[in-house]
Each structure stands twice: as C-alpha cells, then as structure tokens.
C-alpha cells in the first residue's frame, strides 16, 4: 500500500468517526435546547407543553390552552417529542432529580388543583391543602370535611398557574 493511499484510508475513517460524533450529539443538542414538548399518551390523546420539567416519574409544563401547570405520570406517556419552538423567552428543558410528590411539596400552599386517575375523565378539582407522606390533602368544597387521595392513584394534575411559579426551579 502506498503512503498516498494510506493517508486517504486514514482521513476518510477520521471523518466517519467525526461524524458519526456529530450525529450522536445533536440529539443531546436538540434535548438541552427544547422548550417544547409534545406528549403521546397512552388513552390516545395529545398534549402540547411549554417550559418543560423532567422529573423521575412525571413530566410537567405550562398548558398551551390555559395558563396551567400540567404534571403527567410518566407511566401514562407513550412518547415525548422534544422541540424548539423559535422563541428564546420560553425556559428550556430542565431536567430535576425529584419524584413528583417531592416536586408539588415544593409548591405553595393551599394551591387550586384539578387530578385525574383516568386521563379519559373529566379532571376534578379541589384546594390542595397539605401533602401527608404520599396523599394529597384536599378540600373539595366547604362543606366537606378534608379529603385524602393517594399519588399513586393520580394520572394527570393541573395546577393554576401562581406568580414566581417558575422560581421553584
């Protein structure tokens, strides 16, 4: 083999490895720049989320239709698609290392919520009064008396959007 030749082989095996680097770090690129996200779940239904929050368990953002924070368990989720929606305003994707009770024990309270257990059911709502352990302590109206609901129960949460809600990151 000629010097010429093995120099040729060399340089086209240096630019296959530098581009497949290349390839494999858009996709980190893409995830670190979105502020986006479009939810697949698993009852068929499509969700659209700005300001994205990547826990354990849940993924959460700000509601494209009202200005809610939606939290969704991640065993709900079939696929995230995660994108950049052209506007340097929107926080990026952050990524947290807390479960979603950790998450909403760091939320003011009392705090108007709404919940689902079936993300095919109309959410419930209700005043989130306290968290013991891992049930929600809500007041469902003033007349009755404070009710519990396990987390493991709850599919989907909506939060009224509070001032400085995002300092919470």
């Known amino acids: 083999m000629s010097l010429e030749n093995f120099f040729e082989d060399l340089e086209t095996q240096f630019d296959a490895k530098l581009g497949a680097q290349n390839n494999s770090a858009r996709p980190a690129s893409a995830v670190n720049d979105c502020n986006l996200v479009e939810i697949n779940l698993e009852n068929g239904s499509n969700l659209t989320l700005v300001a994205p929050v990547l826990g354990f ?29 052209g506007s340097a305003d929107l926080p990026k994707l ?10 909403l024990n760091r939320i003011p309270l009392p705090a108007q919520i709404f919940w689902q257990v079936n993300l095919g059911n109309e959410p419930r709502g209700g005043l989130l009064i306290d968290i013991h352990n891992q049930v929600l302590m809500l ?11 396990p987390i493991d129960r709850i599919l ?12 919470l990151f």
């Open 94 to 103: 952050r990524q947290i290392d807390q479960s979603i009770i950790d998450f």
């Open 139 to 149: 007041q469902l109206s003033m007349a009755v008396p404070l009710v519990g609901v």
């Open 57 to 85: 368990d849940f993924i959460a953002g700000v509601s494209l239709v009202e200005p809610k924070w939606q939290f969704i368990k991640l065993s709900t989720v079939i696929k995230i698609f995660f994108e950049y929606a």
């Open 156 to 167: 989907s949460i909506q939060i009224e959007t509070v001032e400085n809600f995002d300092e």
